[in-house]
């Protein structure tokens, strides 16, 4: 069955540091997604993606954060500048869907990055 | 915009019994309610899913059931398992793929 993988699995930097996390998306999917995890807190949407653009993007996704399908399988989350605040685990996720008939949504995960600021 | 509350953030049972988590939301254009099981370290995955035009879904043990008038809707789990614990999240959005708000979790036990 195919998944979602991302790459890395866990991700150190020191604080004010580029990242990108990488992500690649089930391969017959049209919508991508990024959401965070807070250690112990509920996962949060950051960012949804499709047709190479962003169609939506919550309060947490700021001027820091931009996200990038450079080729046709990868989709990438840049972080510029990070914060200790970042720390968490990012999970990329995508969906398929029908506009006709409204009726694939699911998302499905993948594994997540944990990304550890200092 | 949307908020997803979510009740018990604990619950033991016994092996065998079932488990009721309940959640409401509070945007009726949310037409969209998937449930996702995460286990410590783990991906969230998708368990069962839920659309407003149904009232109720069930998959072996599990079920969900919605009221779209008074905006809640619930996991139940019949003859649970120990391999059934972990943190259960409900979550809310549109038919369309977007923003899911997510519930801030329960954390099932199963206790043999």
Not at chain 1, 56 to 82: C, H, Y
Not at chain 1, 88 to 100: G, K
Not at chain 2, 23 to 52: H, M, V
Request: net charge negative.
């Amino acid at each position: 069955e195919p998944e979602v993988t991302q790459t890395p699995s866990h991700q150190v930097t020191q604080m004010g540091q580029e990242v990108i996390l990488r992500c690649v998306p089930i391969s017959n999917h049209l919508y991508f997604y990024w959401y965070r995890q807070i250690l112990g807190q509920k996962v949060e949407f950051l960012v949804s993606f499709y047709n190479n653009e962003i169609s939506e993007k919550s309060e947490i996704f700021d001027d820091q954060f931009s996200v990038e399908r450079p080729d046709g399988s990868n989709f990438t989350l840049k972080i510029r500048s990070t914060k200790l605040e970042d720390s968490a685990m990012y999970f990329c996720a995508s969906s398929t869907q029908h506009p006709t008939s409204g009726n694939t949504d699911t998302q499905y995960f993948g594994p997540g990055t944990r990304l550890t600021v200092l | 915009g949307e908020n997803v509350e979510q009740h018990p953030s604990t619950l033991s049972v016994q092996e065998g019994d079932s488990a009721v988590i309940k959640c409401t939301y509070s945007d009726s254009a949310s037409n969209y309610f998937p449930w996702y099981k995460q286990e410590l370290g783990k991906r969230p995955q998708l368990i069962i899913d839920i659309r407003s035009n149904v009232g109720e879904k069930k998959d072996q043990r599990i079920a969900v059931t919605l009221n779209k008038t008074a905006k809640h809707f619930s996991l139940h789990i019949t003859e649970t398992q120990p391999e059934d614990s972990a943190v259960y999240f409900c979550a809310a959005g549109t038919y369309y793929g977007q923003n899911f708000v997510f519930g801030p979790g329960t954390r099932l036990s199963v206790l043999p």
